[in-house]
């Protein structure tokens, strides 16, 4: 038997969501103001991925704190990013022009609008769905990324470039030539800022019986092919990627034009390690 007629029900179901997400992003609204946008889109794989986290701590409400562990996670690595380019003497609210690499569905983005004015940000990301998101909902200038680093065209230069959770998802044969394409798209002088899964996360997320599953075709670098899209990119051009400080140093020598400033370790979320380059 039912209690509620059928359509209220689907009026109940309809309005969770967006309630959820209302009730979720208050204290950002109170933060940055009312121009705060909450949206988030029903196809991105890392709301997905913190709404399973959120379930593993909390046995009800699941979308409601997932969107609230989403907006803060964001938040504190876009806090973190300023920090750590604080401390080499960059202030993020000063960058003329910021190219925010592999930008997903904007978890960073909506935060960053309010860090710096977005008409000096451009979002990029290999997923088109995603970049009309970012560009349409924060009012971020946008263009879509090609799979293989050589194939991308796009004329712009940027002062800054900031990749959160890209590195930690590459192959080695797309390791080298990204930080050589990225170098391409920064102005002379100007800051590239990465970040990478280290060796702390390597020993904390992987427990030694679960390392065979990882490639290691050299020294300090694994990979295995599973990711958190869901079948969106393919194992071969993005899965899950460790890498030590050795391996970065080597790699950046070889694929960068210009010298590593600073090497952060676990200076995201207390877990990714970050990097920053000038190029010369
Ligand atoms: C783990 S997510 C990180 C998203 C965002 N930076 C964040 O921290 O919320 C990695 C992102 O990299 C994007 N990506 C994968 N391959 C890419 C490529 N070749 N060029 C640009 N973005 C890519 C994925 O589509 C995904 O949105």
């Given at each position: 038997m039912r209690l509620l007629p059928t359509a209220l029900l689907d009026l109940v179901a309809r309005l969770q969501r967006p309630l959820a997400r209302h009730a979720a992003s208050a204290k950002w609204r109170r933060y940055y103001g009312k121009q705060f946008v909450s949206a988030v889109d029903p196809d991105d794989d890392l709301m997905h991925y913190t709404m399973d986290f959120a379930a593993r701590e909390h046995s009800s409400l699941r979308y409601y704190h997932g969107v609230r562990m989403y907006l803060e996670g964001g938040k504190w690595n876009c806090a973190e990013v300023e920090k750590v380019l604080g401390d080499v003497g960059f202030r993020l609210a000063d960058a003329r022009s910021m190219l925010e690499f592999a930008c997903g569905y904007g978890r960073l983005t909506r935060h960053f609008v309010f860090m710096l004015p977005p008409a000096r940000i451009t979002s990029s990301d290999i997923d088109p769905g995603a970049v009309a998101f970012v560009c349409d909902r924060f009012g971020v200038d946008g263009f879509v990324s090609t799979t293989a680093p050589t194939e991308l065209r796009h004329d712009r230069r940027y002062q800054l470039i900031v990749v959160v959770s890209l590195f930690s998802h590459l192959p080695l044969d797309s390791w080298g030539a990204w930080l050589a394409q990225l170098h391409a798209l920064l102005e002379d002088g100007g800051l590239l800022l990465f970040s990478t899964l280290g060796t702390y996360a390597y020993d904390v997320n992987i427990p030694s019986e679960a390392r065979d599953r990882f490639a290691s075709p050299v020294d300090g670098f694994h990979y295995d092919t599973?990711?958190?899209?869901r079948g969106r990119l393919s194992g071969e051009h993005y899965g899950i990627t460790y890498v030590d400080e050795a391996f970065v140093r080597r790699t950046v020598a070889d694929?960068?034009?210009?010298?590593?400033v600073t090497f952060v370790p676990r200076a995201l979320n207390e877990f990714q390690d970050a990097y920053v380059l000038r190029r010369h």
């Open positions: 599973d990711n958190e899209t694929a960068f034009d210009g010298e590593l």
